[in-house]
Antibody, heavy 120, light 108 residues
């Protein structure tokens, strides 16, 4: 059974940093692209970032470019999102999701999400 | 950047057909995926590549995509279909994912 379990969320002050993790199991992690998608309270889904299978290629939403870094450790079956210079508008539930290893493919499995709250 | 436009809400009586649209410039040239999200839950893929259904998704769910509009159709709507629905594409020019704003489906 495919499982994605996020962790690392919490309360952080504006300007602070946080690292999210997504532990994957039930599939060959190194064969899939991985994504982060966020959802502010009461709002819609927003794509944040993706990383290819071996970690050599990444892309970001304009709103997080230069502040967030996506990475993966295929030996540990874990996806990460390093979030720096956090702002109030980054407050959201962050989901990790997987897709097939080519651009344009669907996000077929999602984790349950981890809440990040940026507030003083 | 590429923009997807969905109606904020759609209402339908049980047993009828619901159609949720997703508008975008020449969206027919892109692959559209649809997700269902119920309150407090993670999104679930219900349609991929315009019209394919993942295993476990009822045949009542179907999709189409042409011109500037993609459509998710839910036939014989049930109370359990009440949820938020999101369309999504990949914008190859910016190498970014894009979601529509979401549509709340209400079953009357």
């Amino acid at each position: 059974e495919v499982q994605l379990v996020e962790s690392g969320g919490g309360l952080v002050q504006p300007g602070g940093s946080l690292r999210l993790s997504c532990a994957a199991s039930g599939f060959t992690f190194s064969s899939y692209w991985m994504h982060w998608v966020r959802q502010a309270p009461g709002k819609g889904l927003v794509w944040v970032s993706r990383i290819n299978s071996d970690g050599s290629s990444t892309s970001y939403a304009d709103s997080v470019k230069g502040r967030f870094t996506i990475s993966r450790d295929n030996a540990k079956n874990t996806l990460y999102l390093q979030m720096n210079s956090l702002r109030a508008e980054d407050t959201a539930v962050y989901y990790c999701a997987r897709s097939d290893s080519y651009s344009g493919s669907q996000l077929d499995y999602w984790g349950q999400g981890t809440l990040v709250t940026v507030s003083s | 950047s590429y923009v997807l436009t969905q109606p904020p809400s759609v209402s339908v009586a049980p047993g009828k057909t619901a159609r949720i649209t997703c508008g975008g410039n020449n969206i027919g040239s892109k692959s559209v995926h649809w997700y269902q999200q119920k309150p407090g839950q993670a999104p679930v893929l219900v349609i991929y590549y315009d019209s394919d259904r993942p295993s476990g998704i009822p045949e009542r769910f179907s999709g189409s995509n042409s011109g500037n509009t993609a459509t998710l159709t839910i036939s014989r709507v049930e109370a359990g279909d009440e949820a938020d629905y999101y369309c999504q594409v990949w914008d190859s020019s910016s190498d970014q994912g894009v979601f529509g704003g979401g549509t709340k489906l209400t079953v009357l």
